[in-house]
């Protein structure tokens, strides 16, 4: 992995341009970066000066500011970020980890922080999706205490910086000689608890800030702690089938009632699921700023964030899928509905497993940057960034100790609608370590290591009082590394007596539980025996973007209020990816290069009605890179039978042109009502395909890869089997916006985001599979009523999100025509009191509902995850100096 290396033309560029600039003229940096930050004295006014920034710039952007985090009963930026129209996340372990803007995910979303490109990497639970081995952003990585200013950018320009499809979300830092006190302190500390783990966890964080009399020197410094513990549990399925699996039915009339019940769909592993999460996270941000001229300005930037985190998953379940003791077990009994359901079961003669999974958890984060400006003269400015950063993140245990009972000859019955579900043992004693046997022990640890390197050059040219042009050049280098090594020794006539463990319960069920740490210490000899990577996770990209940009900007056109800019950006990008391919029975490393290039233009116009009217109107061309793990060459090569399975180095990005329309009426003070219109002609989505008589050329593999010893060589026709570039889609949807200060001291703030998309899933050729884009609600909207006077402020805020697409409708497995998320309706509530012009009392509630992660399979709405994780309470006190 490289540290923030220099590539010739970064160096180049930084060499020429460091001595003579500082930060914080009109460049790519964007202008929610460039805006005065100020640290705000109550909620309202935080409000009004997000709306300014609103206001004043050219395209659709939102913002929060400094109050907006600091008070919102907000876990991490994820949760502060929900309150931007248009904006919806998803969580894990009941915390805010991804958004998705306008319907667009993760993936298509791109961060940057104090300007700087960035990814970072948490892993999470399997049905929370895992580690994260993509593009996306984990934003659980960072406490919001840590920013000063969130802004959303909704369309494009050209001086911002290429990869987004959805938006692009900038990050900023506090910035010390924007501060009216030559000395500023505040701390914050929390006391929380959560009602279903009964654990109370500290959170506390605090800023402290300087500046010389002259203000020409700054210094700032935040940090923040937290600790969280959750219990998550609750009932799950691992998916439904219909597989005619079921071999006896003592409850079936005849063959032809048995060969009906196999028609129906039951689930795979019904069980009941213990997920214990202990976390630990910190960050830190330093801050140095010099202003020694009116002329010049430079900033030093350091951040760092540790999210460390345990998780234990247990498990009590029966094993009725194929693999399982299907043609032992009897059904005595069961009940199917009108859709094929078989929503209850009782079986004996089954086979019982408990899982017990330790993982250890570790993101560290860590980014550094410089950033200058400097007025050459009174028309000519110019800026430079530059910084790295680096997110590493570590699985070392992942590790399960399983037991089972085979052949238990006591009923088991299982109830599963979609409102939930429920398992009994009957008389069974699960508990009780003389029933199990030692039949596993899994291990499988794992990295995800990213890291950015940027430097951008800009410069601005007043052509005249109204007119401005700018352009500058960027350069990137991006890599991204990914490792996982498995080991799975299994065991026989091993009683599970002879493993250290305890027992744990839910839902009037209680169970042995193996004890991993003590499992894994004595059978550390085997695992070791046993541990051999696994290939399709080891693999690497290492990605050069070098772009160039050109932009006329200005503030009336012909004597007309019309604001806008007008330009072009050009990105190289330049790929080496690397992973291992099996070829005739041995794994190979492979390496392909790939190189493709964008010419995006753009246009944004901002007319001012009056002086309390906007209407705008943004078309540009978007692009967004392959998703990593869609590009390792890693896969099979069969020369014997010539077929090559692998991902695809040469994948083209996902390229779309967008449209965005909308009106802006400021009726009063700190009010806004706004309507936009946006759509997106997304030209190609990545799919999978398989082709027969191919050339090997299609492969984009060095035929140097191929040996003497099979039967196909280069010349041959081969099936391939990989991702392409397939046919795209439509996306398109309405905002709405509305807030206003009621009555002095209340006030409201409305949004509501409607998104309809229509993608084709199938593959070239094929009949089109047309549905929506996976990760999109078709409806989000958020509601948040707050009252403040001098000493009192309470808020309540009310966020909801429709169902959504987890997987492409085509890639539904065991006969499932979907598989979706439910959405989700969380209420949280703060309020606080002055006690004087030092202290403040707090208390937040968070998830009052207690709103459950429920997945679901099929149209007909079958449940595969049902979890719950309690509503947490904060109370707290806040000393600002």
């Known amino acids: 992995m490289k540290t923030f290396e220099l590539k010739p033309l970064t160096l180049a560029m930084a060499i020429v341009a460091v001595p003579a600039f500082a930060q914080e003229s009109n460049s790519n940096l964007d202008d929610a970066t460039l805006e005065e930050i100020t640290v705000t004295a109550s909620y309202r006014d935080s409000l009004a000066k997000a709306l300014d920034q609103k206001r004043n710039a050219v395209g659709s952007k939102d913002a929060i500011l400094a109050e907006d985090i600091a008070d919102f009963p907000d876990l991490n930026l994820a949760e502060s970020l929900q309150r931007i129209p248009g904006v919806a996340i998803t969580r894990d372990a009941g915390e805010g980890r991804n958004i998705s803007v306008r319907g667009l995910g993760a993936q298509f979303t791109r961060v940057r922080i104090n300007g700087l490109e960035a990814v970072s990497t948490t892993g999470g639970a399997d049905s929370s999706g895992g580690a994260n081995r993509g593009r996306s952003f984990d934003f659980n990585t960072f406490a919001s205490e840590l920013f000063s200013n969130l802004t959303v950018h909704k369309t494009s320009s050209a001086e911002l910086d290429e990869g987004s499809l959805g938006a692009t979300v900038d990050l900023n830092t506090g910035r010390p000689l924007d501060y009216d006190e030559s000395f500023t302190f505040a701390a914050n500390g929390q006391m929380g608890y959560n009602d279903q783990s009964s654990e109370a966890d500290p959170r506390t964080s605090f800023l402290v800030s300087g500046k010389n009399e002259a203000e020409t020197f700054g210094w700032l410094a935040t940090y923040s702690s937290s600790k969280r513990n959750v219990l998550e549990q609750g009932f799950s399925t691992v998916r439904w089938t219909a597989s005619e699996e079921i071999a006896n039915c003592s409850a079936c009339a005849d063959d032809a009632e048995l060969a009906a019940l196999n028609e129906g769909f039951f689930p795979r592993i019904p069980r009941y699921g213990k997920f214990t999460h202990e976390q630990d996270r910190q960050g830190f941000t330093g801050t140095l700023q010099f202003r020694p001229t009116d002329r010049t300005e430079i900033l030093v930037d350091y951040l760092t964030s540790v999210y460390e985190a345990t998780r234990e998953e247990e498990f009590v379940s029966v094993s009725l899928k194929d693999g399982g003791n299907y043609p032992e077990y009897d059904v005595t009994d069961y009940t199917i509905d009108g859709n094929g359901t078989i929503t209850s079961m009782t079986v004996n003669n089954y086979d019982l497993r408990v899982e017990h999974r330790f993982d250890e958890l570790e993101t560290k984060f860590d980014q550094f940057s410089i950033r200058a400006s400097h007025e050459f003269t009174d028309r000519l400015r110019g800026d430079v960034l530059w910084g790295g950063s680096e997110s590493n993140y570590s699985n070392p245990m992942q590790t399960t100790a399983i037991v089972d009972a085979i052949n238990v000859q006591n009923s088991f019955t299982y109830n599963a609608t979609t409102a939930g579900g429920s398992i009994d043992f009957a008389d069974f004693d699960t508990a009780n370590p003389n029933n199990f046997d030692f039949v596993e022990l899994r291990h499988r640890p794992n990295t995800v290591d990213n890291s950015f390197d940027t430097v951008a050059l800009n410069l601005e040219f007043d052509l005249n009082d109204q007119m401005t042009l700018s352009g500058g050049v960027s350069n990137k280098s991006f890599e991204f590394d990914v490792e996982e090594n498995r080991a799975g020794p299994k065991f026989s006539d091993i009683s599970a007596a002879t493993l250290q463990g305890g027992s744990t319960s839910m839902n009037g069920i209680t169970w042995f539980s193996p004890a991993v740490q003590s499992t894994l210490d004595t059978y550390s000899a085997e695992v070791a025996a046993s541990m051999a990577p696994r290939a399709r996770d080891i693999r690497n990209v290492r990605e050069d973007d070098t772009g160039f940009y050109l932009q006329l900007g200005w503030t009336d056109l012909a004597g007309l209020p019309l604001r806008g800019n007008f330009g072009v950006r050009h990105v190289t990008t330049e790929t080496q990816s690397t992973g291992y391919t099996e070829l005739n029975d041995e794994l190979v490393q492979v390496t392909v290069e790939n190189e493709y290039t964008d010419t995006l233009p753009s246009l944004n116009l901002a007319y001012d009605i009056n002086d309390d009217m906007i209407a705008r109107f943004s078309v540009a061309d978007v692009m967004s890179r392959p998703g990593l793990g869609s590009l390792t060459p890693g896969g099979s090569i069969d020369q014997f039978n010539g077929k090559v399975s692998y991902g695809n180095p040469l994948l083209d990005p996902f390229r779309a042109r967008a449209y965005d329309i909308s009106y802006e009426w400021y009726f009063a003070d700190d009010a806004v009502f706004a309507a936009a219109y946006f759509y997106k002609d997304v030209d190609s989505f990545i799919t999978s395909t398989t082709d027969s008589d191919r ?95 001098e000493n009192f402020s309470a808020r309540i805020s009310y966020a909801v999100r429709d169902d959504y697409l987890t997987r492409a409708p085509n890639s539904a497995r065991n006969g499932n025509d979907t598989e979706y998320t439910e959405g989700t309706a969380n209420v949280d509530f703060v309020a606080s009191y002055n006690v004087n012009d030092n202290w403040k009392l707090s208390f937040e509630g968070i998830n009052l509902t207690d709103e459950p992660n429920r997945q679901m399979i099929d149209s007909s709405g079958r449940i595969v995850v049902d979890h719950t994780y309690g509503r947490q309470y904060y109370v707290g006190a806040q000393y600002k100096f």
């Open 695 to 789: 050339p090997w050329s299609d492969t984009g593999l060095n035929a140097d890869l191929l040996t003497d010893e099979g039967t196909y060589g280069a010349s041959d026709s081969w099936e391939i089997a990989r991702n392409i570039n397939g046919d795209g889609g439509e996306l398109s949807g309405i905002e709405l916006q509305y807030q206003q200060a009621l009555f002095d001291n209340f006030g409201v703030i409305l949004n509501y985001t409607y998104v309809e998309s229509e993608m084709n899933y199938a593959k070239p050729g094929e009949e089109p599979v047309l549905d929506s884009l996976v990760g999109m609600s078709e409806n989000t909207y958020n509601t948040t009523a707050y009252y403040e006077d």
